[in-house]
C-alpha cells in the first residue's frame, strides 16, 4: 500500500449525495426499476435471487461519498481487501447491499460510460462501484453492484472479482460517510 498523496480523502474532491433506503421489497425494487427502464445484468439477478440479500421494511437516509481509489491513498490501485480497509480506516463505511438498486433509481443522469477499448477484467470506464460487504468468498458469485449508462441506457450490474485483482487508482468507489 503506498499512501504518499497528501490529497486523500477528506482532502479530495469527492461527490456526496444523501439517499434515502429501504421501504421496498426486493420485488418492489425491481418493478421500479423496470418501470424506469433500468437493467440488470445476469450477475445482478444473481445478487437479487439471493436470500443474504434483504431489504429493509424501514426507510432510512444514507449519506454517502463517491471517490476514486486514488483518493484512499492508493496510488498504485489496490485489491478490494486493501480498499475496503483503507476507506474504513479513513472513517469510510461499506454500504448496506440495498444501497445499489436504490442509488441507481435515484442517480438516473449519470454521465455515459465509454465503450470501445474496455480492457477485459476491470472496472468499465464511468461505472461507479457500491462498496458492500462481500455475501460470500466464492470468487464465482458477485461481490456487489456497480452503477453504469451504456448507450443512453441505465445498469445497475453485478460483478465478480477475486481478492488478487487491483483496483485501478481512478476506479470509483461508493462509501456510507459517517
Known sequence: MNIKNKNIYPNCQTITRVIEVGGLTKSQIIDKMQRQNIMVNELGKKLFADDNFTTSIETYVLKT??????????????????VYRRANQLGLELCPLELGPFMRLRYLDQPEGF???????????????????????????????????????????????????????SNRFVFVKQ
Open 65 to 82: 461519498v463517491e471517490l476514486t481509489v486514488r483518493d484512499l491513498g492508493l496510488l498504485e490501485g489496490g485489491t478490494i481487501t486493501e
Open 115 to 169: 465503450l470501445s477499448s474496455q480492457q477485459q477484467n476491470q472496472a468499465p470506464y464511468g461505472s461507479i462501484t457500491i462498496a458492500t460487504k462481500i455475501l460470500t468468498e466464492d470468487d464465482n458469485f458477485p461481490k456487489g453492484f456497480y452503477l453504469r449508462r451504456i448507450n443512453d441506457v441505465l445498469w445497475l450490474r453485478g460483478y465478480v472479482c477475486d481478492d488478487h485483482h487491483v483496483w485501478e487508482p
